[in-house]
């Protein structure tokens, strides 16, 4: 199992969903707004939070754990309906997952995704 951690440009993030709700098998996705900053400057500046006098841009995180063959395709989906080619566009990361248990079941492992 994997986590799949995307931060992806907030007005990206309908897109990114209705091409998520594509992918059968996929078992959920959490949603977050976020702030931060990557490496380079010159974001746009319309778009800028400061904060104590240090900048950060607006997105969104999405996580997402699944199987570890659905991996590739979600990143796909991902990777092309966040992306504009402008700065900021965002990243993904992969984690592996060492377990998962589903609160209302008490399943635990995959059962559990
Ligand atoms: N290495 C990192 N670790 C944690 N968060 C990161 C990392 N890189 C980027 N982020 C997060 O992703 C957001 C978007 O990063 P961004 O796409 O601007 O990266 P970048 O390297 O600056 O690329 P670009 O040149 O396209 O702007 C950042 O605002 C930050 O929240
Ligand atoms: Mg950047």
Redesign the pocket.
Known sequence: MKEIKA?IKPFMLSKVIDALHGIEGLPGVTVSD?R?????KG?DASHKIIEDKIEY?P?VKLEIVVEDELVEHVVKVIMDHAHTGI?????VFIYDVKEVFKVRTGERGHAAI
């Open positions: 931060i976020i931060g900053f990557g490496k380079s974001e841009v997105k700065i900021g566009d965002g990243k």
